[in-house]
């Protein structure tokens, strides 16, 4: 449904699996499956925390904090995905494009943002125990969130506002199954340089948080290989396993992307799309 002359598209187009569009149905089962393992795997993680005492630590509520954002990436992209993949409704409204894309890309600095401080964690806990936890007390901690929050919310604000300042017309149909900032903006037949420039910027802040995590991780790396013992090493460096994996699940899928898009020649659509999912639908 694409507007052939110059009025103003009034509806967004969002996109399942091309070519699989017979599927649709049954590939709606295994991705309402990985919904109900995040949202139940991040509740349970959320509540185990709330109710157990001893877990009271800055450690563990970082950990909360991780799964609050992995919460709200769900419930931001869920209702557009079984949409289409359950009903074959495709439709979304400028409004409701731009204010699902304000929280997917607000969640998704939020877990970059959260990433890195646990990274921080890790390092001073390695690097200097002794003072672990008079450094991070819980009271600093607790003001961690809203500060992380505060960031995220500021960086992605401007993003719906400087989407509706565009004009849309002709082209109508987006490359994913949810609504993202650089996807929409390339709909526009109005000049989106302003948009590209604070889209980079943006981009630039998350990759400034995994160059500290790599940072904290070579700190982390060559303060466990001055210490003497093997089974020492072993044991430090266990601690920082799962959240290794972590950065490796919520960054490979981004660069991938990112790579994708600025050096193959001829990327392919299915692809895209389905590191795209990957990336909202597989919870670090």
Same mark, same amino acid.
């Given at each position: 449904?694409?507007?052939?002359?110059?009025?103003?598209?009034?509806?967004?187009?969002?996109?399942?699996?091309?070519?699989?569009?017979?599927?649709?149905?049954? +590939?709606?089962?295994?991705?309402?499956?990985?919904?109900?393992?995040?949202?139940?795997?991040?509740?349970?993680?959320?509540? +185990?925390?709330?109710?157990?005492?001893?877990?009271?630590?800055?450690?563990?509520?970082?950990?909360?904090?991780?799964?609050?954002?992995?919460?709200?990436?769900?419930?931001?992209?869920?209702?557009?995905?079984?949409?289409?993949?359950?009903?074959?409704?495709?439709?979304?409204?400028?409004?409701?494009?731009?204010?699902?894309?304000?929280?997917?890309?607000?969640?998704?600095?939020?877990?970059?943002?959260?990433?890195?401080?646990?990274?921080?964690?890790?390092?001073?806990?390695?690097?200097?125990?002794?003072? %672990?936890?008079?450094?991070?007390?819980?009271?600093?901690?607790?003001?961690?969130?809203?500060?992380?929050?505060?960031?995220?919310?500021?960086?992605?604000?401007?993003?719906?506002?400087?989407?509706?300042?565009?004009?849309?017309?002709?082209?109508?149909?987006?490359?994913?199954?949810?609504?993202?900032?650089?996807?929409?903006?390339?709909?526009?037949?109005?000049?989106?340089?302003?948009?590209?420039? %604070?889209?980079?910027?943006?981009?630039?802040?998350?990759?400034?948080?995994?160059?500290?995590?790599?940072?904290? %991780?070579?700190?982390?790396?060559?303060?466990?290989?001055? +210490?003497?013992?093997?089974?020492?090493?072993?044991?430090?460096?266990?601690?920082?396993?799962?959240?290794?994996?972590?950065?490796?699940?919520?960054?490979?899928?981004?660069?991938?992307?990112?790579?994708?898009?600025?050096?193959?020649?001829?990327?392919?659509?299915?692809?895209?799309?389905? +590191?795209?999912?990957?990336?909202?639908?597989?919870?670090?």
């Amino acid at each position: 449904m694409a507007v052939l002359n110059n009025s103003e598209v009034q509806l967004f187009l969002l996109i399942g699996i091309p070519g699989l569009e017979h599927a649709h149905e049954w +590939i709606s089962i295994p991705i309402c499956l990985l919904y109900l393992v995040a949202i139940m795997g991040n509740s349970t993680i959320l509540f +185990i925390i709330k109710t157990e005492p001893s877990l009271h630590e800055p450690m563990y509520y970082f950990l909360a904090m991780l799964a609050i954002s992995d919460l709200g990436l769900s419930f931001s992209s869920l209702p557009t995905m079984l949409r289409i993949f359950l009903f074959n409704a495709m439709e979304i409204s400028p409004n409701a494009c731009f204010a699902q894309e304000f929280f997917i890309h607000g969640f998704t600095v939020m877990e970059s943002s959260v990433l890195l401080v646990m990274s921080l964690d890790r390092f001073l806990a390695i690097h200097n125990p002794l003072r %672990y936890n008079s450094l991070l007390t819980s009271n600093r901690v607790a003001k961690m969130g809203p500060i992380l929050a505060t960031r995220s919310l500021l960086l992605v604000l401007p993003f719906p506002f400087m989407l509706r300042r565009l004009k849309y017309c002709q082209k109508n149909v987006l490359s994913h199954s949810y609504c993202l900032h650089q996807d929409t903006m390339k709909l526009a037949c109005s000049d989106n340089k302003i948009n590209v420039i %604070y889209g980079f910027f943006v981009a630039l802040c998350t990759m400034l948080d995994l160059a500290f995590i790599v940072l904290s %991780y070579t700190l982390i790396l060559k303060t466990v290989l001055s +210490i003497a013992s093997l089974a020492e090493r072993h044991k430090t460096l266990n601690t920082c396993v799962s959240h290794f994996c972590a950065v490796l699940i919520f960054y490979v899928p981004i660069i991938t992307l990112a790579a994708m898009h600025c050096f193959a020649k001829h990327k392919s659509p299915l692809a895209i799309i389905l +590191i795209a999912d990957i990336f909202l639908l597989l919870p670090p």
